[in-house]
């Protein structure tokens, strides 16, 4: 008896359960749709005097464990976001070049697997959904030097959000393209696209080891997963503020009418020192 009332007793606690998850909101998209992007400017419309360009943050001190050290900021601060969203060029899916074309995907979500481990990643379908493109194509050649990976990083500013709901506020966020040729062997594509992608979630910069993904140098042996001192390196990186505008939070082009206050998150956590506002 006891026992079928403890059944029953679940059962009721399960419909409960299910009955709550039916009704609850559901959770914000991770990757909302961009709504409208402009280039970053440092001077804004409407001033009358240029803005100072901000400074950049300092150069971390060495750490034995990292490579903090040899990493780049950018001038409006460290381009790390906490959580990426991921385009992936799709291939042929039959016919000759879907042999190729899939070898080529093997390597990318190899590669792509080793970051999901330490960074929350959500691989999107829609460009527009993306701050990070990766492409199947061979980097062109390049100040004479001809490579099989490329990244290449653009800040920009954007309003994201769900289409038929108010935009989010404008913000700057870090967009990045990333050619990663599919003329290699299968673990050479796939070094590639881990020390490529690395660049992609902000580590703008090289190690001076040739066992970690971004080493300048690579070894003799590709590197397919993420040394201890790339991961220390990364959560270093995570830690540190991110972009934010020169100065001003709210620029003065911003139509009136798609604000809408309400809609602006408070900021999470410490709010980072705007770059240059010292
Ligand atoms: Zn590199």
């Known amino acids: 008896m006891g026992g079928l009332g403890g059944v029953a007793l679940l059962a009721g606690l399960l419909g409960g359960l299910a009955r709550a998850a039916w009704s609850a909101p559901a959770l914000p998209d991770p990757c ?37 050290h040899l990493l780049k900021p950018t001038p409006l601060g460290w381009p790390r976001l906490n959580h990426w969203c991921v385009w992936i060029e799709p291939g042929a899916s039959e016919g000759p070049a879907a042999l190729w074309d899939g070898r080529w995907r093997q390597a990318v979500d190899g590669a792509l697997a080793s970051w999901q481990q330490n960074l929350p990643i959500t691989v999107v379908a829609d460009t527009a959904r993306a701050q990070v493109q990766l492409l199947r194509r061979r980097p062109p050649v390049q100040n004479k030097r ?51 992608l690395g660049h992609a979630f902000g580590l703008w910069g090289h190690s001076d080891q040739p066992g970690d993904a971004l080493a300048a140098i690579p070894g003799s042996q590709p590197v397919l997963e993420l040394s201890s001192r790339d991961r220390a390196t990364l959560r270093w990186l995570q830690a540190q503020p991110g972009l934010a505008a020169p100065g001003v939070a709210t620029p003065a082009t911003v139509t009136p009418a798609a604000v809408n206050p309400a809609a602006v998150p408070p900021a999470a956590g410490p709010a980072p020192a705007a770059p240059g506002a010292n």
Do not use: F, K, N
């Open 146 to 196: 001809a490579s099989h990976g490329r990244a290449t990083l653009t800040l920009v500013e954007v309003r994201r959000g769900e289409p038929g709901q108010p935009a989010g506020p404008w913000q700057i966020e870090p967009q990045v393209t990333v050619q990663l040729s599919p003329g290699q062997g299968l673990q050479a594509m796939q070094a590639t696209a881990l020390h490529e």
């Open 32 to 68: 909302p749709t961009l709504q409208a992007q402009r280039a970053v400017t440092l001077a804004r419309a409407g001033g009358a005097t240029p803005m100072a360009p901000p400074l950049a943050p300092d150069v971390p001190p060495p750490s034995p464990a990292d490579y903090r």
